[in-house]
């Protein structure tokens, strides 16, 4: 089963077009990328898998829910897939119902998120590039958990009147609400005016950085962080995981 997921991690790797192999030279930086749950099944969700937190029976996220703890190089590039310990599931039974709670599982157009395995990705192409700085899974898992609680950025925006609904909020106000509370500039992405990831970056002590690489962002002037609401969409079209991978692994 183990050897099993790794070879759809690396497979997953393979076919997103990144070499299974050593980081060439060290990361940068930390990259804590969150997601707006609203957003991302708008997206995502016109199926639903047994775990995607966009349906009914999900549980619904209350704000941003963590993306993933991914380092970065300063030129805006990010290494993945690195050689690195298997994921192993038993390493982080501990902190199962926070990660179930906090790292929802929002798509199921990727394979490897749809079999409550997101965390594999998350470590396999993400984490193993992290080792330097955290060389334990455990640990890994463990650190984002604790970046989301001791940055809470969803509490940040309702405290300062950014709340989710269908207005819209100047997009400089959102940032500056962010800044003012955390002393770093966060990286938001969109999908038309929607907000849709956001990032906070961090040195590799974990001390909060000026922003992350790079200033682009694909956001209007004015955005919304829009209500969450369970998708109503049929179950039929779960994805047959395990049949897919082993046709190709095979
Ligand atoms: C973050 O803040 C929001 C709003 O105050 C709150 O509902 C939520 O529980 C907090 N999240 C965490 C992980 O503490
Ligand atoms: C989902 O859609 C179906 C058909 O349009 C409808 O009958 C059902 O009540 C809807 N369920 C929810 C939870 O909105």
Known sequence: MASLLSAV????????????AVAETDFDFFALALE?????CSINSKTCCPYNGCCPGGSPPPGFTIRGLWP????????????????????????????????TILNCKMTSSCIKKRPVWA???????????????????????QLYLKYNVTDVLVKAGYKPSSKTYPLTGIVSAIESAFNT??????????????????TKEFEVRESCAGESTSCPEYVSLPKFAFRNVTKAAEIDWFSTIKSVVS
């Open 36 to 40: 707006w749950p609203a957003t991302s």
């Open 123 to 145: 470590h396999q192409k993400h984490g193993t590039c992290a080792t330097s700085v955290i060389p334990d899974q455990q640990e890994y898992f463990l650190t984002a958990l």
């Open 185 to 202: 500039k966060p990286q938001i992405t969109c999908n038309d005016k929607n907000v849709y990831q956001l990032r906070l970056c961090f």
């Open 9 to 20: 991690v690396l497979l997953s790797c393979l076919l997103s077009g990144f070499a299974y």
């Open 72 to 103: 970065d190089y300063n030129d805006g590039s990010y290494p993945s897939c690195c050689e690195g310990p298997a994921y192993d599931e038993t390493k982080i039974s501990s902190l199962r119902s926070a990660m179930d709670k906090y790292w």
